[in-house]
């Protein structure tokens, strides 16, 4: 019997991956229903304070360690601030481009993880194909953010960027966990770090900068806050690490990159969101890199990893 960290895909663990991806590619959807009634930052604080009341029970029926006097709480706190930015932008930046744009935009992630090793991860070295795989996924993202949509609004181009950098902000917070001793704690406290502190920082964003809900949000609007909250947030991540727990690491990183590619489809198909030839083959050249890039060359692992040595979930 194949143990886990080699165990290959059986049809179950293939149905399970791609309901993952496609609920992740969904998610910007989700937040761009919801909107209007409810501000950008305030539906962030709402995801992070609803997952973490879905992960501390789950953490304690497990029986995790939830102290804090473990020596983790200083990188946990750098995790958790970390993760509160990327959320800040993303959010943001969802309110001035499209879902498709931004899923393709926030998906460079593991471009800043391949890049921030090179110095703060020097055990993680990729070879020339992850080298072409870069070059063709930055290339890639050239073009894309030089194809503006017709009829949306000008600041686009902000959006895409706020995208880019909260691609940046998931990178940086991949290379601290694995940096430092989060890498080798429960995949639970690591991420209760992350809701946690991003709760709080982002409630205190909410109310600076002066978010309201003068009115009783619609049935979507809190149909598509609850999917973010209750699927994405909570539901998916426990069953992504129980993914990781079961099979190969490096087989389900594979199907991940099929998330962006679900994420564009479900902005053009749902929100009548604009597609051209152009930004679809710049699409393919972004996934195409990453997928280069993800490629082991010396070490087993993926790029992208979470706690433990597996790779991260899509948690945007």
């Known amino acids: 019997m194949n143990p886990p960290s080699i165990r290959p895909l059986d049809a179950a663990g293939t149905s399970i991956i791609l309901a993952l991806c496609l609920c992740w590619g969904f998610n910007q959807v989700a937040v761009k229903l919801a909107i209007d009634d409810i501000p950008p930052l305030t539906q962030a604080a709402i995801r992070s304070v609803g997952a973490t009341l879905m992960v501390l029970p789950w953490a304690r029926l497990r029986g995790v360690s939830l102290t804090l006097r473990d020596g983790m709480l200083k990188p946990g706190i750098a995790a958790g601030v970390l993760f509160a930015l990327e959320f800040m932008l993303f959010y943001e930046g969802l309110a001035l481009t499209t879902a498709s744009r931004a899923v393709l935009f926030l998906y460079t992630a593991p471009l800043f993880v391949v890049l921030g090793a090179r110095w703060f991860l020097p055990a993680d070295r990729f070879g020339p194909l992850q080298w072409v795989g870069l070059l063709l996924s930055f290339t890639g993202i050239v073009v894309a953010f030089g194809l503006p949509t017709p009829a949306l609004d000008p600041r686009q181009w902000l959006g895409d960027l706020m995208m880019l ?41 909410a109310l600076a ?32 690490f129980a993914l990781i727990q079961r099979y190969s690491a490096s087989r389900l990183a594979a199907f991940t990159f099929l998330t ?24 393919a050249m972004v996934v195409g890199g990453l997928v280069l890039v993800n490629r082991p060359s010396r070490a087993p692992d993926p790029v992208l990893r979470a706690p433990g040595n597996s790779p991260q979930p899509a948690q945007d």
Request: aromatic share 10%; net charge neutral; charged share 10%.
């Open 165 to 205: 950098l909260a691609a940046a902000g998931w990178g940086a917070t991949t290379l601290v966990i694995k940096a430092s001793a989060l890498d080798r704690t429960a995949y639970e406290k690591t991420l209760l770090y992350q809701l946690v502190v991003s709760g709080v920082l982002l409630a205190l964003a």
């Open 209 to 240: 900068f002066g978010e309201r809900t003068t009115a009783m949000p619609s049935p979507t609007a809190l149909g598509a806050l609850a999917y973010q909250t209750v699927l994405v947030s909570g539901i998916s991540y426990l069953a992504w």
């Open 260 to 283: 962006p590619l679900f994420g564009v489809a479900a902005g053009h198909f749902l929100l009548q969101e604009p597609l051209t030839p152009a930004f679809v083959a710049a699409a």
